[in-house]
Nanobody, 126 residues
Framework: QVQLVESGGGLVQAGDSLRLSCAASGQTFISNYVMAWFRQAPGKEREFVAAVRRRGGSTHYADSVKGRFTISRDNAKNTIALQMNSLKPEDTAVYCC??????????????????WGQGAQVTVSS
């Protein structure tokens, strides 16, 4: 079992930066999992944002955030982060971290991930 808790959400203006963190706890370490961020805007389906492989290095991003967002992980601290720069109003959503086993960083489907956090609200005003 893995428990995931996000932090760092908030209200910012377009063009600002924000950093989300996700802390993992439980009976296993996140080094066993591909870690990812997803987001869900009001009235829309949950969508993939970014993923990082088990030991870091290889990452994968949605086209909509490529070049603006950076995912990272610290397996020693059992945490992952999402640095979000040049935020846009369309980035407004609840952001959730997720953990998946037996998959690669190209896994973008919601059903491929085993554990989810509750989410952190990010609101970007224009």
């Amino acid at each position: 079992q893995v428990q995931l808790v996000e932090s760092g959400g908030g209200l910012v203006q377009a063009g600002d930066s924000l950093r989300l963190s996700c802390a993992a706890s439980g009976q296993t370490f996140i080094s066993n999992y591909v870690m990812a961020w997803f987001r869900q805007a009001p009235g829309k389906e949950r969508e993939f944002v970014a993923a990082v492989r088990r030991r870091g290095g290889s990452t994968h991003y949605a086209d909509s955030v490529k070049g603006r967002f950076t995912i990272s992980r610290d397996n020693a601290k059992n945490t992952i982060a999402l640095q979000m720069n040049s935020l846009k109003p369309e980035d407004t959503a609840v952001y959730c971290c997720a953990a998946g086993s037996g998959i690669g960083t190209q896994a973008t489907g919601v059903t491929l991930y085993d554990y989810w956090g509750q989410g952190a609200q990010v609101t970007v005003s224009s």
